[in-house]
Nanobody
Framework: QVQLVESGGGLVQAGGSLRLSCAAS????????MGWFRQGPGKEREFVAA????????FYADSVKGRFTISRDNAKNTVYLQMGSLKPEDTAVYYC????????????????WGQGTPVTVSS
């Protein structure tokens, strides 16, 4: 059983940056591909970014490509989401997720989820 705890959310002005962290415990972190998702007010949860087991492969939603960077530190059992050039439409609760398979864009493709960390981008 893998437990995930996100942190780093908060209030930021448009154009600003924020780094989210997700600390994992209870499993072999390097055995899991990791993903970030978000759920905005009144919206469904959507894919943001994913990274493979070693960190050597990543992919992003078109809406964040070039602005967000996902990375991981397997020695620290942590995955990060560096967010830049933030826009009000990036306002959402951000969730990290883990699964043994890599390449999932769907919520249902991940077995483990954190509780989320809220991000608010003011205009």
């Amino acid at each position: 059983q893998v437990q995930l705890v996100e942190s780093g959310g908060g209030l930021v002005q448009a154009g600003g940056s924020l780094r989210l962290s997700c600390a994992a415990s209870g499993g072999t972190f390097s055995s899991y591909a990791m993903g970030w998702f978000r759920q905005g007010p009144g919206k469904e949860r959507e894919f943001v970014a994913a990274i493979n087991w070693s960190g050597g492969s990543t992919f992003y939603a078109d809406s964040v490509k070039g602005r967000f960077t996902i990375s991981r530190d397997n020695a620290k059992n942590t995955v990060y989401l560096q967010m830049g050039s933030l826009k009000p439409e990036d306002t959402a609760v951000y969730y990290c997720a883990a699964d043994r398979r890599y390449g999932n864009l769907d919520v249902g493709g991940y077995d483990y989820w954190g509780q989320g960390t809220p991000v608010t981008v003011s205009s």
